[in-house]
């Protein structure tokens, strides 16, 4: 399925909702422009859960960098937190 993006204004985008929303959901990415300038933009969920997952995995990563176990295991912190 390949993304597309599309520019259209507010009052085609309320007339063509129905359209617009078809469209997303076969991967399109649509931006509403007021007076040539961008206000909105709709696009596929699954873009949106792809790209939260992604910046929380670079978040992990970068805590990983910060911080250490100090040679201590997963299972041994939380057994020493069980105690």
Request: hydrophobic share 40%.
């Given at each position: 399925?390949?993304?597309?993006?599309?520019?259209?204004?507010?009052?085609?985008?309320?007339?063509?909702?129905?359209?617009?929303?078809?469209?997303?959901?076969?991967?399109?990415?649509?931006?509403?422009?007021?007076?040539?300038?961008?206000?909105?933009?709709?696009?596929?969920?699954?873009?949106?859960?792809?790209?939260?997952?992604?910046?929380?995995?670079?978040?992990?990563?970068?805590?990983?960098?910060?911080y250490s176990l100090a040679g201590l295991s997963v299972r041994e912190l939380i057994a020493d937190g069980r105690s």
């Open positions: 399925m390949k993304t597309s993006a599309t520019v259209i204004g507010t009052f085609e985008a309320k007339n063509s909702f129905s359209d617009l929303i078809e469209r997303v959901s076969h991967g399109a990415e649509i931006t509403i422009t007021r007076h040539d300038r961008p206000v909105a933009r709709i696009v596929p969920v699954s873009n949106d859960r792809k790209s939260a997952r992604l910046r929380a995995t670079a978040d992990l990563r970068a805590l990983r960098e910060h």
